[in-house]
């Protein structure tokens, strides 16, 4: 806070009405000046005087409290009008609810936590001047520091609120709000404003609706947009064992093993590639267990374990290589009845355990078929995501921000929801080895969040948990890694995930069970707060959280580059009218256009008249034909078997002549 900024809240001319009673958290005002039926004005500036949702200045001599008129009424007998009440008839006495909020330095502008000394009874009370409430808003910041612009007073446009990214950032940000109440110009916003400021920040955008924002982008998947350039994939063998698994569904008793057996097959096949030893191979690059010896796939295993060079394997062989893993755990040694048994080799194939099988391998199949999954399985070479965070992320990256569209990814088989909990989990890897940290932070902004967070694949027997993002919400503060989620369900985000959000930008919401979980998630919203939310404007917002000395109501300001969110118009769409596209032929007869089409469904054959000589086209003729309905004969003054004659040969450039 700027203290040349701040003056005495205390001005005779803001002065309202007076404290009749107390209470630990809001006190009871006699509001002399709020059933005159309208604002007062002062050397231009407007002064509620009794407004709901209106702050206050209440003078506690040494301190000052600041607090929020929440209710207003006439206390009294029944009245018909409370038309022209003056202070000279004697029953004006408006009563209001003033909301305590907290305790301030009225020299200073310093803020202290809580309410530190009470109001007495008969202390004066002062409507707040805007440029008070948004110095109050900056809190505790130095003047060298950067300010974000991100909104301004609802009822005062030209005082603007500015928060520094420390008090916003930090501890974390969300969103929230029902749909159309202004959640993606709130993100777009604050992208403008970390991209303004030099901040580093990835947008994961799984609408597209982002795309005209000014930043590096890349396409997943098979977007109309997306080419050699700007594509990149996830590769399968990228993915963490569990991500696989979560891909595809395995039960845990007995497909489980055998999954994790083929990946570990394939990873020697790819590694040896030609040069397999006493490892056996098939042509179609299938590792063969039957009745093999385990010594030299034991020593691969342990080899492929400790190189980084060993993570690649093939998809499309999984499934086959599945079908090998299905063998007796040992083998016998031939000889004599009964033969013993023999633990250096794998025994003959199990179809029982095959028959176990089948399903997984039936998935692999079906997964490996689905081009709209070539950005996973298989993928062509090409720059990948896992290599774009490395380069994004070191400190030497030009790159400051950089948008991922994920619209072109499809839902099924939980496609999307895997990719996102990968690049949740690279990031946290790349914050606990050193790469983000608190001299490179890294801001990560999630559109849509519900569809990404508490997420679990798989049934009771086999889930899977997908928490990268939990974790980087419960940890990733510590290492300079931080998420601005937004989301139109707070119910949806696990609640201990949302309880370590600091800051919270929450637009309108109407549903009661998302105020509730946004009331348990944040200590410093109550229900005084609360009653607020359903009744925001589209842009306006409740700002509140850790770093706020109290929660505030502010009109978000629009972004320089909208997003795409607007909602169809479907009055504009009804009434348009629809252009009838014509041909020269029918423009030349002049077919009326409700008779377009059964003109253009005739097989007509279009005559050439070469005159006498017969060297030369002059016109075009047909015959009318015998499927012609009645009305266009009638429309047209035709008749089946008579022709039309005299077409200019222009008119039939285009069209199909005999």
């Known amino acids: 806070m700027s203290s040349s900024a701040w003056f005495s809240p205390y001005d005779p001319s803001r002065r309202v009405g007076s404290v009749i009673n107390v209470s630990p958290s809001e006190v009871k005002a006699n509001l002399s000046d709020a059933g005159s039926g309208e604002a007062k004005w002062h050397l231009g500036d407007r002064i509620p005087a009794g407004e709901v949702n209106e702050f206050m200045f209440i003078d506690c001599g040494q301190t000052a409290v600041l607090g929020r008129l929440v209710h207003v009424w006439l206390d009294g007998a029944e009245r018909l009008s409370v038309d022209a009440i003056s202070m000279d008839n004697g029953l004006n006495n408006p009563i209001g ?3 305590l909020l907290t305790s301030i330095d009225p020299a200073s502008g310093a803020i202290f936590q809580g309410i530190k000394s009470h109001p007495r009874l008969g202390s004066q009370i002062y409507s707040a001047h805007p440029k008070l409430i948004s110095t109050l808003a900056e809190g505790d910041s130095n003047d060298d520091e950067i300010k974000l612009d991100i909104a301004e007073l609802p009822y005062d446009s030209t005082v603007n609120i500015t928060v520094t990214p420390d008090k916003l950032f930090a501890r974390h940000c969300a969103v929230l709000g029902a749909t159309g109440g202004g959640k993606s110009y709130s993100i777009s916003r604050l992208m403008q404003e970390v991209q303004q400021n030099g901040g580093k920040a990835l947008l994961l955008d799984p609408t597209g609706e982002y795309a005209d924002l000014d930043c590096e982008t890349y396409y997943v998947g ?3 947009k997306a080419n050699s350039e700007n594509s990149v994939i996830f590769p399968h063998w990228k993915l963490p064992e569990s991500d696989i698994f979560a891909f595809l569904r395995p039960s845990a008793q007995t497909q489980s093993p055998k999954l994790s057996s083929a990946i570990l097959s394939q990873r020697i096949v790819r590694r040896y590639y030609g040069k397999y030893g006493e490892i056996k ?7 063969i267990k039957s009745n093999q010896k385990k010594e030299p796939v034991n020593k691969a295993l342990n080899f492929i374990e400790k190189d980084l060079n060993s993570k690649r394997w093939c998809f499309k062989h999984l499934a086959e290589q599945i079908v090998q893993e299905c063998v007796w755990p040992t083998g016998k040694k031939t000889g004599p009845y009964p033969p013993e048994i023999d633990e250096s080799i794998w025994g003959a194939a199990s179809d029982g355990e095959l028959g176990y099988c089948m399903s997984l391998i039936s998935r692999i199949k079906s997964y490996s078929e689905n081009q709209h999954l070539k950005w996973l399985i298989d993928p062509p070479d090409g720059k990948d995501i896992p290599t774009l965070l490395d380069e994004f992320s070191t400190s030497r990256s030009n790159k400051r921000t950089l948008r991922l569209d994920l619209s072109a990814v499809p839902f099924e088989a ?41 997420k679990t694949i798989g049934d009771e027997a086999s889930a899977i948990k997908l928490d990268s993002f939990g974790n980087i919400a419960k940890e990733g503060r510590k290492y300079g890694l931080n998420v601005v989620i ?12 949302l309880s ?4 919270l930008i929450v637009h309108r919401l109407t549903n009661y069970h998302d105020q509730e979980v946004v009331k348990r998630a944040v200590g410093t919203m109550d229900q005084r707060s609360a009653s607020f939310l359903p009744t925001l404007s589209q842009g306006e917002a409740l700002l509140l959280g850790i770093d706020f000395p109290f929660p505030m109501t502010v009109k978000m300001k629009k972004p320089k580059i909208k997003p795409t969110s607007k909602s169809a118009e479907y009055s504009i769409a009804w009434k348009q009218e629809y252009k009838v596209i014509r041909s020269p032929i029918v423009d030349y007869l002049d077919i009326p256009n409700d008779l377009i089409h059964d003109f253009e469904a005739l097989d007509i054959e279009y005559l050439s008249d070469e005159g006498s000589s017969g060297d030369m086209t002059y016109s075009y003729y047909f015959e009318i034909p015998s499927d ?16 039309v004659r005299d077409i200019p040969e222009h008119v039939l450039d285009n069209q199909t002549t005999e």
Do not use: C, Y
Request: hydrophobic share 40%.
């Open 97 to 99: 609810i003033i909301q």
């Open 222 to 224: 098979d977007h109309e």
């Open 628 to 643: 012609t309905s009645e009305e266009l004969q009638k429309a047209m003054g035709w008749s089946i078997g008579g022709f």
């Open 281 to 287: 191979v098939n042509e179609n690059h299938i590792l």
């Open 500 to 503: 370590q959000i600091g800051s």
């Open 414 to 454: 939980n496609g999307r929801e895997i990719l996102v909990n990968a690049i949740g989990r690279k990031l946290m890897d790349l914050a606990r080895n050193g790469i983000i940290n608190h001299h490179n932070p890294l801001l990560v902004f999630i559109d849509e969040a519900h569809q990404f967070l508490n």
């Open 486 to 497: 937004a989301t139109q369900r707070p119910r949806d985000i696990p609640e201990d995930v």
